[in-house]
């Protein structure tokens, strides 16, 4: 059946899916199905990226005792290799949903993706299947799993990390690895809040209705309840000091990084953390390559360049962080 036109709203799509999908069915009647076996979170995900996943987790399985999460993070990797780099997916439609896809990606969510597909065999075991994979992603892109507004999802890579580690499934190892504190407050969101959808109008210099977490009795619309919130979490982020590797310390540093370790390439972008991020990957040619979601190639490849020589290359990227997934 061919996709849904895109002149259809997304308030139709969402309404008429209501009716057709029960809580734990997994049946569609167009390219995107909702998924639901909570009733307080659905996913949005592509049917064909279902059988996709589960046969990804089912082919992890055997390796689950006897590999660590880095390494089924690149056995997954692999298996996504040619899938299309799509950006803005998690921006689709007017309201705050768990979107799981394989089929299309960006950077972030590739590697989020590849994360939660090996954290979830680790955890499941032979019960891993889609639904579990949507609460681990829903766990790992919202602040405290909550998916209520826009600004309930995590934008800055920082948070994603600092998250991680409260959790206990990631460690910055960062300092380890020979890196350095890094003098570079975040600030991007709510100093270019006109270019994001669902900020562009915030009223920045309305005055505090004094109950704004009452939305009964609050007078502010959600944009600038979302850049309040998210305004909140940058100055968070920027009590705690940065660390990053230099361009020029990289080189000495690869012996530290492992095959699954996720890199991200810090941004020289005033008020911007990390440009990109992607999973590191001992190549058999001896050099410490990376896979990711390429804009330039727009799709998933094992790049040509080591991960010395790719920021080392860019005017947009003076370092590294590396996030080790436990």
Not at 151 to 161: A, F, G, V
Not at 250 to 276: F, V, W
């Amino acid at each position: 059946m061919k996709p849904m036109p895109k002149r259809i709203t997304c308030a139709i799509v969402f309404a008429l899916l209501f009716v057709l999908f029960s809580a734990n069915n997994v049946q569609a009647q167009s390219d995107t199905i909702k998924l639901s076996s909570d009733p307080d979170y659905y996913a949005i995900t592509l049917k064909k990226d279902i059988p996709v996943a589960e046969k990804i987790m089912k082919e992890l399985l055997p390796y689950k005792d006897s590999k660590t999460t880095g390494e089924l993070m690149v056995m997954a990797a692999k298996k996504l290799l040619g899938n299309e780099y799509v950006a803005g997916t998690l921006e689709e439609g007017d309201s705050e949903d768990v979107r799981v896809y394989l089929s299309k990606t960006d950077c972030i969510i590739f590697v989020e993706t590849c994360m939660n597909l090996a954290l979830t065999v680790k955890q499941y075991g032979s019960k891993a299947d889609f639904e579990k994979l949507c609460q681990m992603v829903r766990q790992s892109r919202y602040r405290n799993g909550q998916v209520r507004c826009y600004s309930d999802r995590i934008h800055y890579t920082t948070e994603w990390i600092r998250q991680g580690e409260k959790r206990g499934i990631v460690d910055d190892i960062t300092l380890q690895a020979g890196g350095q504190e890094y003098d570079h407050p975040i600030n991007f969101m709510t100093s270019h809040y006109k270019s994001y959808k669902h900020l562009k109008d915030a009223e920045v210099g309305k005055e505090c209705c004094g109950n704004e977490e009452n939305k009964e009795t609050c007078t502010m619309n959600q944009a600038t309840r979302d850049y309040r919130t998210i305004a909140r979490v940058e100055k968070e982020l920027n009590t705690k000091p940065y660390t990053y590797i230099p361009q020029e310390k990289i080189k000495d540093c690869e012996k530290n990084i492992k095959s699954g370790d996720i890199i991200g390439y810090m941004s020289t972008t005033k008020g911007l953390d990390i440009a990109h991020v992607a999973i590191a990957y001992w190549r058999k040619d001896g050099k410490l390559g990376f896979i990711h979601a390429s804009m330039g190639k727009m799709k998933v490849v094992i790049d040509e360049k080591t991960i010395n020589d790719y920021a080392n290359s860019s005017k947009n990227i003076n370092g590294i962080k590396v996030i080790r997934v436990r």
